[in-house]
């Protein structure tokens, strides 16, 4: 008779099937007790360096380039390439519309994207702004302060169906939503799962 040897002790299925799940919670747990700050854990970019304020420290000291509706809200892609919306449609407004500054800086770039004219600004700090469809007589290192104007609503060449203003904002290269800089929306904040 042959002596079979003991192996490893088996694990249980039911422990296996759990796994994932704890590793997402334990995952979530390292998030929120972790000092990365709220805008990590709202899935809208990596917390800025020390030298870049953002989210409270920042809400309320940029202010909207109109006064207008939000007509199609902010939508973080999943990936860089992926499907999204990076900024926010105000309005409905009229061709013509001012535009305005929403924080101090310099104009980076004014042209035409594809088929639509574009502002960008650049605040500093790793903040820019890009606004379309807008029209104006600004050139790349033109200086603007908060509130001024820097161009109007272009008309007939928006993606609304009414006429509107298209406001992203990239903080270091990655989109995150504009209201969040004029303390129109609050950061989300993630909250341990609880246990079923």
Known sequence: MNAVEPGPPRQRPEFRRRLPGLLLLLLVVALATSSAGPLAASGVGSSPDSDSPIGQQLQGLWRSPVTAAELRPFAAPPSPWGAGHRGVDLGPL?????????????????????????????????????????????EVGDM???????????????????????????????????????GDVEPSVLLPLSER
């Open 144 to 182: 603007v302060s908060a509130g001024d104007p820097v161009g109007t609503l272009a008309p007939g060449r928006g993606h609304c169906t009414a006429p509107c203003l298209h406001w992203g904002v990239r903080l270091h290269g990655e989109y995150v939503n504009p209201l969040l800089l004029t």
């Open 94 to 138: 009229t061709a013509g519309a001012t535009i305005r500054a929403p924080a101090d800086g310099h104009v980076s770039f004014a042209g035409v994207v594809v088929d639509r004219p574009v502002l960008s600004i650049d605040h500093g700090s790793g903040y820019l702004s890009s606004f379309e469809p807008v029209e104006g007589s600004l």
